[in-house]
């Protein structure tokens, strides 16, 4: 376990390699096979992640929530690293699936990390229920939950769950998706302002961002101690506009960064512990 010795808390540092829709015809070394994901794994694991948050695919290339994908994926990962990375994957909606098969697939799965976007699990007071009882259960099981959260009213709408016991009683790890309905899809670090503005001292919370501020936004949210979340997924850019050589690329820079702010990165142990 990662010992911090600086009054920071140890950066987790995650790794999104692939996405729902990205392929290689957007870059040549965009994971998309299990055995590609255990390959990115343990470089980016080599690299600094404690992390990795994954996306499967079906034979076509397109986005998948299928439980015998997610278990081949994960055990590839598994033979790879070993315990050096927690495995998220991701329920996902994009344009295919509805909150039933959503949960469905992690009920089926029991990852040891999933990540819930708030809009599509609980996307109205008639999901309550069913969320209510969803959410129970993975606590129940002790998957660490990363509630996605795409604009800074649904922080405030998490907020308000979490107090109603929607969400259930425990620690998340929300994820703060910087500059998803701007021009261009592009972040800014500034972008990050408004989700702070309303949130109410989370212990824990991560982001992620667009284009090739997505570093500039990864330092920026390490100096303001939130956690980081680099990659493919959301950009194929370096800060110079270059595309990006790898997925361990970028979890080089934000890596770098955080040394140069003199935080400590967090291992998976140490992930782990902040997340349970």
């Known amino acids: 376990m990662t010992h911090d010795t600086t009054g920071w808390p140890p950066l987790i540092l995650a ?12 870059h040549p070394a965009l994971p998309m096979s299990a055995a590609e994901l255990a390959r990115t794994a343990a470089e980016i694991a080599e690299a600094g992640a404690a992390l990795i948050h994954v996306h499967v695919r079906d034979g076509e290339g397109r986005h ?9 994926a994960t055990q590839a990962i598994r033979a790879e690293v070993g315990d050096r990375l927690v ?24 990852p040891e990390a999933v990540s819930l ?14 969320a209510a009882e969803f959410f129970a259960w993975a606590r129940r099981e002790r998957i660490f939950l990363q509630v996605i959260l795409y604009e800074p009213a ?33 972040s800014r670090p500034a972008d990050l302002l408004p ?9 824990l919370w991560s982001i992620c961002a667009f284009g090739p501020r997505e570093n500039a ?14 990659g493919f997924e ?43």
């Open 154 to 186: 649904e922080v405030s709408r998490y907020a308000e769950l979490k107090r109603r016991g929607v969400l259930g009683e425990g620690q998340d790890f929300p994820l703060f998706v910087l500059g998803r309905y701007t021009p261009g899809q592009v």
């Open 15 to 26: 790794n999104a390699p692939n996405g729902a829709t990205r392929t290689k015809a957007d």
């Open 117 to 130: 976007a708030l809009r599509e699990i609980v996307a109205d007071a008639a999901s309550e229920a069913a």
């Open 217 to 230: 936004c990864a330092l920026v949210a390490a100096g303001l101690g939130g956690h980081v979340r680099v």
């Open 195 to 203: 989700f702070l503005a309303v949130a109410e001292d989370l212990p």
């Open 87 to 110: 495995v998220q994957i991701t329920s996902e909606a994009a344009g295919r699936y509805v909150a039933p098969e959503q949960m469905a697939v992690v009920r089926a799965v029991r």
């Open 234 to 276: 959301n950009s194929l850019l370096a800060p110079d506009g270059r595309p990006a050589e790898s997925n361990a690329a970028q979890i080089r820079r934000a890596a770098e960064g955080a040394r140069l702010l003199g935080r400590p990165l967090a291992d998976a142990e140490t992930a782990r512990a902040l997340m349970a």
């Open 64 to 72: 998948l929530l299928d439980a015998d994908a997610y278990r081949a």
